[in-house]
């Protein structure tokens, strides 16, 4: 079965940088987009990036353009979210999910979802 | 990049019928048919009901049901249920390669 499991996340203090991961099994990940989606604490979803199933394109919320870097390791089956010059403002848990059409560069159903990691910006 | 607007809440009793407003522009929701609805219990992460306006993926009650009308997309839940409260989101394509979230619906049933 598909399964996506987030880590990385924790306690960092403002301006500095984090890298999350998401740990992909259960299909062919060289087959489809992913997204990085968060959720500030008791407020509602955002999209924040996706990459397409090749890795060629790479689309990003204006919030976190030219701050976050989104990438992928077909040989290790893993999704990036390099995350720079942290704000507060991007305290979240940060959620991957698969999109959920193959082969395609039309990314805009995150359909299968890991747990979550939380990121908490904070001096 | 304006998340969509929906109702902060709405409620139903069991085996009623409730619908969820979801209201955007023409370049988002308006614009494209790529409109998605989710579904958040509390602690859980978010599960796909409906996707490109009105199709659902298999193992999805027909009890979920989607449509769209000019800017607003409706979620229409049928024969409420107790297991049914939680959070509703709907997202929509809104161009230039983003996607957009609504602010979420809470979803009681009474």
């Known amino acids: 079965q598909v399964e996506l499991v987030e880590s990385g996340g924790g306690v960092v203090q403002p301006g500095r940088s984090l890298r999350l991961s998401c740990a992909a099994s259960g299909f062919t990940f060289s087959s489809y987009g992913i997204h990085w989606v968060r959720q500030a604490p008791g407020k509602g979803l955002e999209w924040v990036a996706v990459i397409s199933y090749d890795g060629s394109n790479k689309y990003y919320a204006d919030s976190v353009k030219g701050r976050f870097t989104i990438s992928r390791d077909i040989s290790k089956n893993t999704l990036y979210l390099q995350m720079n010059s942290l704000r507060a403002e991007d305290t979240a848990v940060y959620y991957c999910?698969?999109?959920?059409?193959?082969?395609?560069?039309?990314?805009?159903?995150?359909?299968?979802w890991g747990q979550g990691t939380l990121v908490t910006v904070s001096s | 990049q304006s998340a969509l607007t929906q109702p902060p809440s709405a409620s139903g009793s069991p085996g009623q019928s409730v619908t969820i407003s979801c209201t955007g522009t023409s370049s988002d929701v308006g614009g494209h048919n790529y409109v998605s609805w989710y579904q958040q219990h509390p602690g859980k992460a978010p599960k796909l009901l409906i996707y490109e306006v009105s199709k659902r993926p298999s193992g999805v009650p027909d009890r979920f049901s989607g449509s769209k009308s000019g800017n607003t997309a409706s979620l229409t839940v049928s024969g409420l249920q107790a297991e049914d409260e939680a959070d509703y989101y709907c997202?929509?394509?809104?161009?230039?390669?983003?996607?957009?979230f609504g602010g979420g619906t809470k979803l009681t049933v009474l």
């Open positions: 997202s929509s394509y809104a161009g230039s390669n983003n996607l957009v």
């Open positions: 999910a698969r999109d959920l059409f193959s082969i395609t560069m039309i990314l805009v159903v995150p359909f299968h």
